[in-house]
């Protein structure tokens, strides 16, 4: 059965602290990796992963995938709390549809 | 630009009443569509997707149906709703297999 696994669940930092949220995920011919933030209501898409050790960055958010370890980890640097929200990891396979993880939930304290 | 709306934003629905989501993705044509939940806690569970006007696909088992009857219009329904199917549920679509998949702002359903 094709599943994604997200840790930790929930983190709570400080404001300029970096941390990195990890995504690992079992799956049958393997097409993407997808990283979502959402805030109150609708998730919004930061990255999207399809090639092994190449970063993708957007500001203070960075994404790398390794294909061969079956795993993703998103990083924020020096976090506001502006970054407070749950991240969430998508993998989709070889059918029309994205395989979720639980999320894990981001809180960052001034 | 493409945009997606969907609601009602929040209901309160008694057991055994039934239930209808409407969303509808403006800018686009012949998008996918997909009806996701996410209960407390959890990810977001797949429902349905569909690729095409009437083609429904079904991921759960479950006493909740979906509909397109036009292009860009994908409704979610119950005849009688249960309390397990409170959650928050997601509309999303894309342009096809492969692309990124954009959410709707989502529909709070408490079952009393």
């Known amino acids: 059965e094709d599943k994604v696994v997200q840790s930790p669940l929930s983190l709570v930092v400080h404001e300029g602290d970096t941390v990195t949220l990890n995504c690992s995920y079992e799956?049958?011919?393997?097409?993407?990796l997808l990283w979502y933030k959402q805030e109150k209501k609708a998730p919004t898409f930061l990255f999207m992963l399809t090639s092994s050790g190449i970063e993708k960055k957007s500001g203070r958010l960075s994404s790398i995938l390794d294909k061969k370890e079956l795993f993703s980890i998103l990083n924020i640097t020096a976090t506001q709390t502006g970054d407070s929200a749950i991240y969430l990891c998508?993998?989709?396979?070889?059918?029309?549809?994205?395989?979720f993880g639980t999320g894990t939930r981001l809180q960052v304290f001034p | 630009s493409q945009t997606i709306h969907q609601w009602p934003a929040t209901l309160v629905q008694p057991v055994g009443s039934p239930l209808s989501l409407e969303c509808t993705v403006e800018g686009t044509s012949n998008p996918n569509l997909y009806w996701y939940r996410q209960a407390a806690g959890r990810g977001l569970q797949l429902l349905f997707y569909s690729v095409g006007i009437g083609q429904i696909s079904s991921e759960v088992p479950q006493n909740l149906s979906a509909s397109r009857p036009q292009d860009r219009q994908f409704i979610l329904s119950s005849k009688k709703l249960l309390l397990s199917d409170s959650g928050f549920y997601l509309c999303a679509w894309r342009t096809g297999y492969g692309n990124t998949i954009y959410f709707g702002e989502g529909s709070w359903l408490t079952v009393v």
């Open positions: 998508a993998v989709e396979a070889d059918t029309d549809k994205l395989i």
């Open positions: 799956v049958t011919n393997f097409r993407s």
